[in-house]
């Protein structure tokens, strides 16, 4: 094995190892605070916490939010079967899931490919 | 940046639905001269890679985050209609197995994250890396990661704007379209901020390493090749 082929195959083991340590590691240090998104549909609400129960009180966007119809699928939320701590595992299994699926999408796509004289147009 | 369920209602789901499908059908079309022997393996670790950042929320306000949207960082590197697809592969996976953005609410999502965020993110960052080809015969490693940061930030801000005009057609609740606006705005030039530096560093990291397998950086070296008869 060359050095060049060698520093080539060793990119794809990189970029693999990089996503599942994001996904099953560095995802513990995310921020658990509303995104963009969220605060500006929370805007108007104040979240408060009843017997555990948040509860959105005032008037705002979120409260026409409804719950999940997959809510209480075993990976809701990013972890396993609701547990505390298992989101890292929860992120492995999406990495691996969305390789599948996305490898899977792209390789039935490439068997369509064009020809050379098709591509030309694209 | 994901919806759920009934912020928007019914007729705007169903219509961003219907252009979500639209778009992502011309999509599967187009990638078909994008995806060959060696960018079907990059585009699903591409899919995959944008999973794992989006789980890391960072911080922008107090109080507020922000995650990656992945967009221009997946046309950059595998090319604009694979990378929408990349985008919606992510939406899919997490709406149906993590019940993380609503189900109905997926054309809305799919629209502003994959489609819009792909197409502003990447006519940016083509635009730029055409215009900076024209007058040097070299870009340097640094340059495309002033130019993936530019177009990841300018995408992420579109994106934002998706949501404010689908609420402006079918939001629920009483907040005014102004105030949606200015802290869709507000947050979104702040995420911007971070997605562009997320980008910037994977574009560079990758143009260090395998530059050949860079779509931004093989479109204006690819067009010679094309034209010689199989």
Redesign the interface.
């Known amino acids: 094995m060359t050095a060049e082929s060698r ?2 195959a060793s ?2 083991i ?3 190892v ?3 340590l ?2 099953g590691v ?2 513990y ?9 969220d ?3 929370l ?2 609400c104040e979240v408060v916490e009843i017997d555990g129960v948040e509860e959105l009180r005032g ?8 719950e ?4 209480a ?1 075993p ?4 972890a396993l079967e609701g547990r505390d701590g298992t ?1 890292g595992l ?2 492995v299994i ?10 899977g ?3 039935t ?2 068997r ?6 098709q ?2 147009g ?1 | ?7 928007v209602d019914a007729p705007t789901s169903v219509g961003f639905a219907v252009l979500a499908v639209v778009g992502l059908a011309l999509c ?1 079309w ?4 994008e ?3 060696r ?3 990059l ?3 591409v ?3 944008i ?3 989006q ?6 306000l107090p ?5 990656l949207l992945g967009g221009a960082l997946a046309a950059i590197l595998v090319g604009p209609f ?1 990378g929408a ?2 985008i919606a ?2 939406l ?9 953005g ?2 109905t609410a997926l054309g809305t999502n799919i629209t502003n994250m994959a489609l819009v965020g792909v197409a502003a993110g990447y006519g940016v960052a083509a635009s730029l890396y055409t215009l900076l080809k024209r007058h040097r015969d070299r870009v340097s490693v640094p340059t495309v990661g002033v130019v993936a940061f530019t177009a990841a930030a300018v995408g992420t801000v579109c994106a ?1 704007l998706g ?1 404010v005009v689908q ?1 402006a057609l079918g ?5 005014s379209l102004g ?2 606006t200015a ?2 705005l507000g ?2 030039v ?2 911007g901020i971070g997605e562009g530096v997320i980008t910037a560093l994977t574009v560079m990291a ?1 143009c260090r ?2 530059p050949d ?1 860079v779509y931004l950086l093989r479109t204006s070296e690819k067009k010679p090749a ?2 010689v ?2």
């Open positions: 520093r080539r990119f794809w990189v970029f693999g990089a996503t599942l994001i996904a560095v995802s240090l995310a921020s658990s605070n509303p995104d963009g998104l605060s500006t549909t805007r108007g008037e705002c966007i979120a409260q026409h939010a409804e999940h119809p997959l809510a699928s990976l809701a939320d990013y989101g929860a992120g999406g990495v691996v899931v969305t390789v599948l699926v996305a490898g999408l792209f390789w796509i490439a369509f490919r064009t020809t050379s004289g591509a030309h694209d | 940046m994901h919806m759920s369920d009934g912020i599967a187009r990638a078909r001269s995806l060959d022997d960018t079907v393996p585009a699903g670790l899919a995959a890679f999973f794992a950042v789980m890391v929320n960072f911080p922008i109080g507020v985050s922000g995650h694979t697809l990349c592969v992510v899919i996976v997490q709406s149906l197995m993590f019940a993380d609503g189900v934002a949501f609420y939001g629920a609740g009483s907040t105030t949606v802290y869709m947050t979104h702040l995420i990758v390493t395998r397998l094309e034209v008869p199989a």
